[in-house]
């Protein structure tokens, strides 16, 4: 594990990482037609009763957006008053207001991780600091390697690509006097009963959570996510915001995924994310052979892969009808890896099989099942 000053050294900055890259590249244009691996939303989704409750919302669109229902709604979910609260526009917005809006002098970001908040901060004019997590040591992290003068820390949970799931207890220990810590549990809502999230608590100093809509229930297109901070940073967080900055429907939405329905429907949602992972790691690791190496214990969503040739691999997985998201745009991480999103098993095997002949072009050996 290393820190590495990579202040100037990212996405249009002069880094080698482009920090701008996201699955969805993979996806559009001649990637259309592709099984998609490469972005992590929920297949099937949103429900059709969320889509429905979205339409009904349609009806309102004369009048401005009124978050107040759907932000009470956000903080009774997670047994905060409403001043702990704040709406915006999916993840992304959150981390250009966080970047714009507080005052900090030595900002630094836990690798690899999703590469937005870095962005954000430089795009603000910041000096970036990275904290590198190392293959070697299961990407975990350790405390000691944050520098102490670091006044901002943001740290994905589980992280983003590599599944890692921090210990809400080791996160809680980067808090110091004067210092921001802020945890992206993106995709929290895909662990069985959320164990290790820190959303909710009140009680660790300079602590802002970030959670997102769009990749349990398929709201990336509606742009819906939110932050519990301090009322305080909430209330500096809101006056860098724009007017209005929540659609009517995507506040209709986010009261939605606040129900008692959605939340039960979230859990079974995430146990069979978790049986479905389980499927896919364990049929991975018969690729040892080939120098396949998965990244475990992998709790999100997706997985992260090792693989000598991924660049290769992954374009005839392309020419073979499924994209997966490339790993060499993660500070931290080179063209030998690749996140695979955990998909049904039906859609599972048949990766598998496609994964199999792309290892194997010239069909020297048996596949797989």
């Known amino acids: 594990m290393s820190a590495d000053d990579g202040a100037g050294l990212a996405g249009g900055h002069g880094s080698a990482h482009d920090l701008r890259h996201h699955g969805d590249a993979e996806v559009r244009g001649d990637g259309a037609d592709l099984v998609d691996l490469a972005v992590n939303v929920r297949t099937g989704t949103p429900p059709a009763w969320l889509r429905d409750r979205v339409a009904e919302s349609l009806t309102g669109l004369a009048a401005y957006p009124d978050g107040r229902t759907a932000r009470a709604a956000v903080a009774a979910r997670h047994g905060l008053p409403v001043d702990r609260v704040l709406l915006t526009a999916g993840a992304a917005e959150a981390f250009v207001l966080l970047a714009r809006a507080l005052k900090v002098r ?121 932050v519990l901070a301090a009322p305080g940073t909430i209330a500096d967080l809101e006056r860098a915001q724009p007017l209005w900055p929540v659609s009517t429907p995507a506040l209709a939405a986010a009261e939605a995924c606040m129900s008692p329905r959605a939340l039960a429907e979230q859990a079974a949602a995430a146990g069979r994310v978790a049986a479905d992972r389980a499927h896919l790691v364990g049929a991975l690791k018969e690729f040892a052979g080939q120098g396949l190496r998965v990244v475990e214990p992998a709790e999100g969503p997706f997985v992260l892969v090792r693989l000598p040739e991924a660049a290769s691999v992954r374009m005839r997985l392309r020419g073979l009808g499924f994209a997966v998201r490339r790993g060499d745009t993660f500070p931290g991480l080179d063209g030998t890896w690749l996140r695979l999103a955990v998909r049904d098993r039906v859609t599972a095997d048949r990766f598998l099989r496609a994964l199999d002949r792309a290892l194997d072009p010239g069909g020297t050996r048996t596949g797989t099942g």
């Open 106 to 226: 030595r900002p630094v970001v836990v690798h690899p991780q999703f590469t937005e908040p870095e962005a954000a901060l430089l795009d603000a004019g910041h000096s970036v600091g990275r904290v590198l997590l190392r293959a070697e040591d299961g990407f975990r992290l350790d405390v000691s390697a944050v520098p102490e003068e670091a006044d901002l820390v943001v740290i994905g949970n589980p992280t983003n690509p590599t599944s890692v799931l921090h210990p809400s207890g080791l996160i809680a220990e980067l808090a110091r006097p004067g210092r921001t810590v802020v945890v992206d549990e993106a995709f929290m809502d895909a662990v069985p009963d959320e164990r290790e999230a820190l959303a909710g608590r009140t009680d660790v100093p300079g602590l802002v959570v970030l959670r997102s809509l769009t990749k349990t229930w398929g709201l990336a297109g509606l742009r819906i996510g939110y």
